[in-house]
């Protein structure tokens, strides 16, 4: 078992990623700085994970900016970190716009001061959270990793300076083994109901915004168009469980760590569109709820229809999806159920 450290371990996708990586029996070091999320969620993996989980589980409070937090990190364990799977970093497209330079700060000046400290404790295996925002609005779909890296707004020019970053790095140094993994739309919850997505807010992604409509938080959803070039007239995406997507990350540290140095670039998602409507009638299906919304103008940057090509994951990590929106729904809902204020109220 590995000795592994989770940078962004407390978020929404970490979060998940560390219950998988523990029940597997691996060591994590997670560093964050609850900037996006919460110490309780970091607990409530320890718990779920087993009686033993919580001394496997260490946690550096600190900024990927900070190299002296970096080297506590790396430093406060019995092995050295074998690998790194690098969730850290600032996601909201619409703050993006707005605050460019944070965004090239965080994601990328940080990105490189973790590679910096990689480099000083000579780890060279890095799972890194890439995004489809990079494919922009996409010329072919089903999308594969050779389509245009052509991205629309700042936050997906972060991820692709970092994609970019990484390549060099590997193609200056033999030994980097790196997975950059392209996440289409991750949702959804652990399905006990005691981890999921806790935005501060107003949601700005579907998922959690129609979960906080079918319980009561907010009065309606806006769907954005339904005047797109898809089947009902509304916008298509590609929702993935994101215990799914957990247990990507698992499939690729495996192989990074038992095959020879490589660069793999993947998609992560499910091959599967579903539309704004689809995910309307599914959640009022699971729920019992109904979901009121009204239409509203397209919203600026949006594609019609963003849905990935998964070929490549699935031969190269012998991984797939295989949990339905109806089951994203459900355990969106269980969770917000169980949780109506997100993480801020205890159980
Ligand atoms: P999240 O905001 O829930 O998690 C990110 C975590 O990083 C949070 O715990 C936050 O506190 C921490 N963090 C932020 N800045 C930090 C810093 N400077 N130092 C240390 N910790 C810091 O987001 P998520 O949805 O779990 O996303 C994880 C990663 O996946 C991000 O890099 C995101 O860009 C990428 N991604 C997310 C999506 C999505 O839709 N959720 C899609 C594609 C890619
Ligand atoms: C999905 C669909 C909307 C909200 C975003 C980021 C992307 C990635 C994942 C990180 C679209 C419609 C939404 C609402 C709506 N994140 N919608 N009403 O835009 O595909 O991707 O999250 O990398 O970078 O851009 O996801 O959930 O915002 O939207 O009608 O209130 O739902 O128009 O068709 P998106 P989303």
């Known amino acids: 078992m590995a000795q592994l450290l989770i940078s962004g371990g407390a978020g929404f996708i970490g979060s998940h990623t560390c219950l998988v990586l523990l029940e597997a029996g691996h060591h994590l070091m997670v560093i964050d700085n609850y900037h996006n999320s919460s110490p309780e969620a970091l607990r ?39 690998a790194v799977v690098h969730f850290a970093g600032l996601k909201a497209v619409g703050e993006s716009v707005q605050q460019p330079l944070l965004y090239w700060d965080v994601n990328v000046v ?145 192989v990074l760590l038992q095959e020879d140095p490589q660069l793999l670039t993947l998609n992560l998602g499910s091959g599967t569109g579903h539309s704004v409507l689809d995910v309307v009638k599914a959640f009022e299906a699971v729920s019992g709820r109904s979901v009121p919304y009204t239409v509203q103008n397209r919203r600026p940057g949006d594609a019609a229809c963003t849905v990935a090509d998964p070929s490549q994951a699935a031969a190269r990590l012998n991984w797939s999806t295989h949990r339905s929106l109806l089951e994203m729904c459900q355990d969106a809902w269980t969770w917000q159920q169980n949780n109506p204020k997100g993480y801020s109220t205890l159980d």
């Open 44 to 82: 409530r993996v320890a718990n779920l994970a087993g009686p033993d989980a919580a001394n496997r589980l260490n946690i550096v409070e600190g900024d990927i900016r900070n190299s002296d937090d970096l080297d506590r990190a790396f430093s406060n364990n019995k092995q050295d970190i074998e």
């Open 110 to 254: 940080g990105s490189c001061c973790l590679l910096q400290a990689m480099q000083r404790h000579r780890c060279r295996t890095i799972v890194f959270s890439s995004s489809a925002t990079l494919y922009g609005y996409p010329t072919q779909v089903p999308i594969p990793e050779s389509a245009a890296v052509q991205p629309i707004n700042p936050y997906g020019h972060s991820k692709a300076a970092v994609e970019q970053m990484l390549m060099d790095l590997s193609a200056s140094e033999p030994g980097w083994r790196i997975a950059r993994l392209r996440y289409f739309n991750p949702v959804g919850a652990h399905c006990s109901g005691k981890i999921g997505e806790d935005p501060r807010g107003i949601p700005n992604n579907l998922f959690p915004f129609v979960t906080q409509v079918a319980i009561g938080r907010r009065q309606e959803l806006q769907v954005f168009g339904n005047d797109w070039p898809t089947p009902d007239g509304s916008g298509v995406r590609d929702y993935i469980h994101v215990m799914d997507l957990a247990e990507g990350h698992q499939a690729a540290l495996d």
